[in-house]
């Protein structure tokens, strides 16, 4: 079992910067992939960042490329999200997921069964 707690939400206006914290605990040894993920009021959770323990590139939806960037501590298992320029559309509730799953270019679809999903923290951007 893992837990996840997110951390670092808040408003912001547009062109604004946020960064997100999250610590994760219990058996994470054998997940090798975090990634962060939002959910906007009625739209479904997308993915948004992941990225692997043992390096590689980090994975990025297309429309956060450039402005958003995935950090992972391994020592403090945690991982971070640090956006910048936001935009109102970015706008939603950010979860971190952790997983053990192939290296994908597109490893988001392989979070479908995961199922420790935290309470979140939530940003606003307003224009």
């Known amino acids: 079992q893992v837990q996840l707690v997110e951390s670092g939400g808040g408003s912001v206006q547009s062109g604004g910067s946020l960064r997100l914290s999250c610590v994760a605990s219990?058996?994470?040894?054998?997940?090798?992939?975090m990634a962060w993920f939002r959910q906007a009021p009625g739209k479904e959770r997308e993915g948004v960042a992941a990225?692997?323990?043992?390096?590689?590139?980090?994975r990025y939806a297309d429309s956060v490329k450039g402005r958003f960037t995935i950090s992972l501590d391994n020592a403090k298992n945690t991982v971070y999200l640090q956006m910048n320029s936001l935009k109102p559309e970015d706008t939603g509730m950010y979860y971190c997921?952790?997983?053990?799953?192939?290296?994908?270019?597109?490893?988001?679809?392989?979070?479908?069964?995961?199922?420790?999903w935290g309470q979140g923290t939530q940003v606003t951007v307003s224009s």
């Open positions: 990225i692997y323990r043992r390096g590689g590139r980090p």
């Open positions: 219990g058996y994470t040894a054998s997940r090798n992939c």
């Open positions: 997921a952790a997983q053990s799953i192939p290296f994908e270019d597109d490893p988001f679809p392989f979070f479908r069964t995961f199922r420790g």
